[in-house]
């Protein structure tokens, strides 16, 4: 099972990014996945989630809005499209997969970060 985070990069206050979680080694209709950020000297802190049937996403209130979480199970990636960034949005961005099809907050496996950088 691999996950890999991709996307990340610097951006200016109020730009827009959107970072890709491929997956592979499981069957992505079947599961849930989350993104996760960690940004320096915070606890990582859980940003959005998506149901294995696209039906039902969550959003943690700072990126509500701004952030939409998407995925394509036949192409095996899920996608979190980032707008209007802002400075507090800086950190290392990782998708974990669920252990269940819906968004149940326990997971197993994790994706290496992808780093997202807001600043003029």
């Known amino acids: 099972v691999q996950l890999q985070a991709s996307g990340g990069g610097l951006v200016q206050p109020g730009g827009s990014l959107r970072l890709s979680c491929a997956t592979s080694g499981f069957t992505l209709d079947y599961y849930a996945i989350a993104w996760f950020r960690q940004a320096p000297g915070k606890e990582r802190e859980g940003v959005s989630c998506?149901?294995?049937?696209?039906?039902?996403?969550y959003y943690t209130d700072s990126v509500k809005g701004r952030f939409t979480i998407s995925r394509d199970n036949h192409k095996n990636t899920v996608y979190l499209q980032m707008n209007s960034l802002e400075p507090e949005d800086t950190a290392i961005y990782y998708c974990?997969?669920?252990?269940?099809?819906?968004?149940?907050?326990?997971?197993?496996?994790w994706g290496q970060g992808t780093l997202v950088t807001v600043s003029s």
């Open positions: 998506i149901s294995s049937d696209y039906r039902s996403t």
């Open positions: 974990a997969k669920d252990y269940r099809g819906w968004c149940s907050d326990e997971y197993d496996y």
